[in-house]
């Protein structure tokens, strides 16, 4: 086999470099090791390899695996099967939540003039029909409304005012506080993110919709201009999407063909341009 670095490969990795190193920050940030990761790592080329390049009709074997992923023969069989165990774990109060909030978003009921979430009533007992207590139940009758508005408090998803109305203070499932919470949605959304641009730059079946605008040589009031215009328009579109979603998803729930997932999200970043970061070291 060639060991030539070929233009492509080269150009992959150049790209796979720019993509890890945040990555390798939070890391760090969180000890984890290159000796630990390394091992989480080989046992995804492992099992990728495994479940994504079988042959047709012929029975994968650890050479073939070893011969595609470079993971050593031996690592291959005790990894194949084996894995590390990291379960990827939703937190309960996701799955509820999130439902709760698109319900909020997406419920004429529930809006205002504007189309946007209205302060609810805390208990149904002070509005049946329009009541926070009412928006929970509709959703589960398993978890008590008290105890979600209490870990929206402490995760900064809501608030109360002297009324006794409850606030959303976030238009999606993403909380200000919880560390379970956060890392559940940066391994969803990145992992949804990367499938759709590596999708397309393989050229599969499906071309995603993976899109965005960048510019250069902007002054930092004109980051904040266009972050708050990116904001606005992004969080309308994300409403939109999510009414017609979560009508489907009402009609959808008992078709047995009900079988697919979505995921639809905007970003917006910036960061100093790396030549006025060098020139800004060497003027030290």
């Known amino acids: 086999m060639s060991t030539e670095i070929s233009k492509g ?21 969180n000890d984890l090791t290159y000796t630990f990761v390394i091992d989480v790592i080989k046992g995804l080329f492992v099992e990728v390899a495994d479940k994504e390049f079988a042959l047709n009709n012929k029975r994968q074997t650890d050479s073939r695996i070893s011969l595609m992923s470079g993971v050593h023969r031996k690592d291959v069989r005790r990894l194949r099967g084996h894995n590390l165990e990291i379960e990827e774990v939703m937190p309960a109060n996701v799955s509820l939540g999130s439902q709760i909030i698109a319900s909020w978003n997406a419920n004429p009921k529930y809006l205002n003039e504007e189309g946007m979430p209205k302060p609810l009533q805390r208990f149904a007992a002070d509005n049946l029909n329009e009541s926070f207590e009412g928006l929970v139940r509709s959703i589960s009758t398993d978890i008590h409304p008290r105890a979600v508005l209490d870990e929206w408090l402490n995760l900064g998803i809501a608030t109360i005012d002297d009324d006794n109305f409850v606030h959303l203070t976030t238009d999606m499932f993403i909380p200000q506080e919880g560390f379970e919470e956060k890392v559940f949605y940066f391994g969803h959304n990145l992992h949804d993110h990367a499938q759709a641009a590596i999708s397309n730059v393989l050229g599969q079946h499906v071309s995603f919709l993976e899109r965005c605008v960048h510019y250069d040589t902007l002054t930092k009031p004109s980051i904040v201009e266009i972050g708050e215009v990116a904001k606005k328009q992004g969080m309308k579109t994300l409403r939109e999407v999510n009414k017609i979603a979560d009508s489907l998803a009402e009609k959808d729930k008992n078709n047995a063909r009900a079988n697919m997932r979505m995921t639809y999200g905007i970003y917006y970043y910036y960061e100093p341009m790396q030549d006025e970061m060098e020139e800004k070291r060497k003027s030290k």
């Open 9 to 29: 490969q080269l150009l992959i990795a150049s790209a796979l470099k720019r993509v890890l190193r945040p990555f390798i920050k939070l890391m760090l940030a």
